[in-house]
């Protein structure tokens, strides 16, 4: 559900009929391959390489593209632009008029100086012949090259002319398919050649005038988008946001099978999980591969309940997955391994990708696995879901887009193709990471591509910070840094110099929303000494990113606690059922828990939670009242069912006290509460844009201060961003027994139905001073 620029996409739709830019495969020969999916370089054997994330130059428009198709060495490009410039040319310079139509070459990204029909309307859908000889043309055009078309009409590719057939529709095609006997238009019309024909119609595909098909079903309200062909010819798949087709909504509520001969519809076992139709929803694009079908949606308020993409089976009409994100989904293509996707997805924990961010961002090209690789999960915001249904797995491949303001509807792509080397975009975007691209780009497979798309953060933005917390050692810390088409970066650890053998090297496999701090302590650090550290970070094809130098006093003996310190503890000893003694706060008490469920190893205190058990660990040797308390958390993993809480607790005695607790929630949401004495006074189960992974770090602040009032405040932010200034909650309160000083604690809890292997919950950096 998407509003833009306070439309919802369906507003856009109904004004530019842009949506259906699908070409109907099946029988016209225009099957692609490709090796494709995860990313460029999987670590995983059972994962396919998606093409690289490198935007190659391509001839731009000024504009938007709603559709390309690809023959040979040659992509054709239809939409509404007047003229076209090499890449890298800025906008008004260099330019070449056309009229909504234009030529490139796939390999070089070249415009094609010979081909320019010349269009008064846009050019909305193409789909080729089977032969591959004739382009049909659908859009809301009435001339073409200066001749009457309207809104139907074939180029020769031999020549780039005009051929002289011509069916007449009295409104807008937006979709066009073609087999070797019929050529089929859909759309906003109510007459074909003069004749009734509401939404959907079949020509036959000849040189000598059109001769209108038989092929008449009643497709009730909306309007039709794509479609499809069945690998036969003999019936077609057609998605809209019409709410019935020949009487019947289910098939034929936003998708519907019909016999070419008769226009009678078939079973479409599909249509009933995906159902969008009506004034606020629709299937907007469909593609076939010819054995799968595939289709993409959107709906805003009522009427639909999917906005991301699904496949399904030509043979049975099955759903074969669904993959189920936030943010309308536009255009799919297939290839061998992948399937690609334009969008403006911004949420996709259901079907295992991505979560939703505050403020909100958004992943305009995503690619995803052919095969079924697990089932959906419920939706935690409430809206239309599929939970139990089969979906594809993510993969790493997501290009940063700049969108454009030519439709006014703030989106980037709005078409995807492919053939077994690339994959191209259309739409109205200007940047491609950050690269000056309009409308049309380019990828290609690894084999072709420069493959120079490395890390992101680099310099600053990957910053690296060192502490001495012991003799001889050394603490480094640095975020994780994501690459665009690789999920595997290795980090270098070098000491003194790159120009020697790193210190420390270790491979990281992690989606870009999985990224987690990068911990190294070094035990070789000369006592006494300044040393200087640098990390490096690099792909699978030796791009690197590096941190800035940072320069480090490798104190002879431990420091002793600076002044307003209460505890300090960085864990970096190992305790095998217990916490021992804190390097600032005195000895850790164990208040509740069997003592094999409390450990320190690896640089962090570790609590196993059990279901229904409760670990908590004590500083009681202090007494503070007003404290600033600090403390990075993870999970070893997340709850089945149910929740782990974390809590970090001041002015703890007995059972009193005040506390900032963390939700982790079964599908990486984190719910926020402050706590008094076990009772939560503000927070909520979920807080919006706050979510993790196994192995993620959250850091934690809990200020208390004043009396009768206090004055209880915390915040929580990933660890590795940057720290936010306001506060999460905060709460104000008198509670007699609470306006006391106490000691510090951290506890763990888990529900009974978190599953039978404990989830670790583990501790590191706390530090406690006086505000």
Known sequence: ?????????????????????????????????????????????????????????????????????????????????????????????????RANMLAYRLSTGELIPGFAPSFNGQVKDMALSPDKSLLYVAGSFTQVNGVNRYRGAAIDLATGALTSFRPIFNSTTNAVAA????????????????????????????????????????????????????????????????TSVNGSSNPGYGLARIKVATGASMSLPVNSEVRNAGSKAAILSLESDGTSFYGTGYHFGSGGNVEGSFKANWATGNLTWLEDCHGDTYSIWPTDDVVYQASHKYYCGNSGGFPATSPRSYQHSTAVTQDVRGTNTRDIYGYPDHPGTPRPEFLEWYPKWTPGTFTGSNQAPWTVSANDDYVVYGGEFLEVDG??????????????????????????????????????????????????????????????????????????TAAFWKQATQSFVDTEAPPGSAQRYRVVAEDAFGNQALTEWVTVEVDGEPVPPAEGIVAEDAFERA??????????????????????????????????????????????????????????????????AGFV????????????????????????????????????????NVVPGLSVAPGDRLMVRLQVTGTAPSTVRTKVWPVGSAEPSGWTYELSDSAAANQLPGGVMVRGYGSSAIGATPVEVSYDDLRVIEP
Do not use: C
């Open 1 to 97: 559900m998407t509003r833009i620029q306070g439309k919802p996409v369906w507003a856009k739709w109904r004004v530019l009929a842009a949506g259906a830019v699908a070409i109907g495969l099946g029988v016209s020969g225009l099957v692609v391959s490709g090796g494709a999916t995860a990313d460029t370089a999987p670590v995983d054997p059972e994962l396919p390489a998606t093409v690289s994330a490198d935007v190659l130059p391509t001839v731009q428009i000024d504009g938007v593209a709603w559709k390309q198709v690809i023959v040979g060495d040659i992509v054709y490009v239809g939409g509404s632009f007047t003229s076209a410039r090499p890449a890298g040319a800025a906008p008004g310079t260099n330019e070449t008029p």
């Open 179 to 242: 087999t070797a006997d019929a050529v089929f238009y859909g759309g906003a019309f109510t007459s074909a050649d003069n004749t009734p024909r509401t939404k959907v119609a079949a020509v036959r595909p000849t040189d000598t005038g059109t001769q209108l098909l038989p092929m008449n079903p009643t497709v009730s309200n909306g309007s039709l988008q794509d479609i499809v062909v069945s690998p036969n010819g003999a019936d077609i798949v057609i998605a809209g946001n019409f």
């Open 435 to 508: 690269v000056a691209q309009q409308g049309l780009a380019r990828f290609a497979v690894k084999e072709i591509a420069p493959n120079d798309v490395g890390p992101a953060l680099r310099g600053a933005e990957f910053g690296l910070a060192a502490t001495s917390p012991a003799d001889g050692q050394v603490r480094l810390t640095w975020p994780g840094n994501a690459d665009k088409d690789n999920a595997t970066v290795t980090y270098k650890v070098y000491r003194g110099s790159t120009d020697v053998a790193p210190i420390h090297t270790n491979p990281v």
């Open 575 to 640: 305790e095998a059922s217990g916490w021992g003694t804190a390097e600032a706060g005195g000895t850790w008490t164990r208040s509740t828990g069997v003592a094999g469920n409390f450990s320190v190893s690896e640089g962090r205190g570790r609590h196993a939670t059990t279901p229904g058990g409760t670990t908590e660990s004590r500083l009681e040797e202090i007494s503070a009242g007003d404290v600033e308390a600090t403390v990075s958390v993870g999970v070893s993993r997340l709850p089945d």
């Open 645 to 684: 809480w974390s809590i970090l607790g001041a002015r703890v005695s007995g059972s009193d006290h005040y506390a900032s607790r963390l939700r982790f929630n079964p599908d990486g949401t984190v719910g926020v509460h402050l706590v008094r004495s076990g009772t939560p006074v503000v927070g909520a």
